[in-house]
């Protein structure tokens, strides 16, 4: 959905140590070409004095441990780069909106999640520095929906996409084959393909022979958002109207997810809490919806006794879950460097390295055929082909308009409503008028 980044932190380095002992065999993750170094600028004493550009980033956001600055002012020893970082994006974001405004204490670049990216390209356009004219800037090399969501409403293009959260299912080989269900990839994602209705069905047939203590899945509000994430059109429409309570797709998945919890399906979890993790380790649960980024998050979560238990498949329709942006401010002092840093930064081979080092999807899918992605599997879940398995789960995401409000409104969704459907039993329609209620709070409408 997009609610939050997750590809950070221990997540990614966990996906990335599942990577990449293979890919520095195959010769992946070697420093990837970049701009030609330029004539530095020079100080009063004939000495040279680099350009400095700052980035503004949340979380561990990869690009620095990836080594992706080092690389760039070895190529361009005329530019020093430096990272400022804040651990949490609700701490960061309300900071960036803050100076955007002011028009003061910006970074040269500047880090944007997905939930967020809406609001920042409507509402802080005229402060932003058109990208897409950028030197080394290519339209074709990122998926097209991706490319939208960084693209104003005026067709300036004012945010170049870093990463992705194209999603699959994670399933444990060992809990399926216990409750008489198929173990293999192929075949269990044909048991779902097309409808996630289908995967209610084998929520079902998984719950007459489960193991003990063990239920199908993680939570209805998992359900809820991987459902909406594969849907065209969720909390707004293509003119930018807020369109949640009335949109069919979004009841829709209410009421699935809301099945799931009724029939007994979930572990009644929430998402992201010690709760959670723990229901990792103890095998309490057999699938989840599962973007890119997931894959570190279970097996940092479950450890060395889950190797070769869990295994990935493809989602039965294709959405997206996370992912983050780079912008740059036109309050900077150097905004033809800073465009060009950010050009280069999210280019496909950075994005591929960013992949191999950290975990972190490309969303430029001219990424998808460079050896770091599609040679990419994953020794813990079985060797499964997760670089080609998530390049066709990206391609296939929907074209869905996203809002300004788009990471309140699926928290709202999930943690507001579905969750007390899931924990304490409530009525799914009382659950969604008093969602409704208040979501037109939280959106002062």
Known sequence: MGSGRRSTGAY?????????????????????????????????????????????VFGTFGL????????????????????????????????LLTHLTAGSGL???????????????????DRLVELGTAPGVDRRAFLPWKWAQGTGPDGRVLAL????????????KDLFAKAGLPTGRDAVGRLWAGDWRRYLAVGLRYRERAPRGTAFTDSASGVLSAVLASAPVRHYDGRGALVVAGNPAVREAWDLAASF?????????????????????????????????????????????GRGRWDVTAAPRPGNWGGSFLVVPAAGRHRAEAARLAAWLTAPAQQAR????????????????????????????????????????????????????????????????????????????????????????????
């Open 12 to 56: 990614g380095t966990a996906l990335a140590l599942l990577l990449l002992s293979a890919l520095l065999s195959s010769g992946c993750a070697t420093d990837p070409g970049g701009p030609s170094p330029a004539r530095a600028y020079r100080a009063g004493d004939g000495g040279f004095r680099p350009v400095t550009l700052t980035v503004g």
């Open 64 to 95: 620095q441990e990836a080594g992706l600055y080092d690389t760039y002012m070895r190529l361009r020893p005329d530019v020093a780069v430096r990272q400022t970082s804040l651990t949490r994006n609700d701490v960061y974001y309300p900071q």
């Open 107 to 125: 970074a040269d670049v500047q880090a944007v999640e997905v939930g967020n990216i809406a609001e920042v390209i409507t509402t802080q356009a």
């Open 161 to 172: 996409g870093t990463d992705i959260g194209p999603q699959a299912v994670c399933y444990r």
């Open 261 to 305: 919890a009724r029939r007994g399906l979930t572990a009644r979890l929430q998402q992201f809490t010690p709760g959670w993790d723990q229901a990792f380790a103890n095998g309490a649960f057999a699938t989840v919806a599962c973007p890119a980024w997931m894959l570190g998050y279970i097996q940092d979560k479950t450890g060395p006794s």
């Open 354 to 445: 960013l992949f191999a080092r950290r975990g972190s999807f490309p969303s430029a899918s001219a990424a998808y055929p460079l050896p770091a992605v599609s040679e990419a599997r994953a020794a813990y879940f079985g060797g499964a082909p997760v670089g080609a398995l998530f390049a066709e789960a990206a391609r296939g995401v929907p074209r869905a308009p996203v809002g300004p409000k788009d990471g309140l409104i699926a928290q709202t969704l999930a943690d507001t409503g579905m969750l007390q459907i899931d924990q304490t039993g409530r009525d799914p329609d009382d659950a969604w008028r008093a969602t409704m209620k208040a979501l037109d709070n939280a959106l002062d409408r």
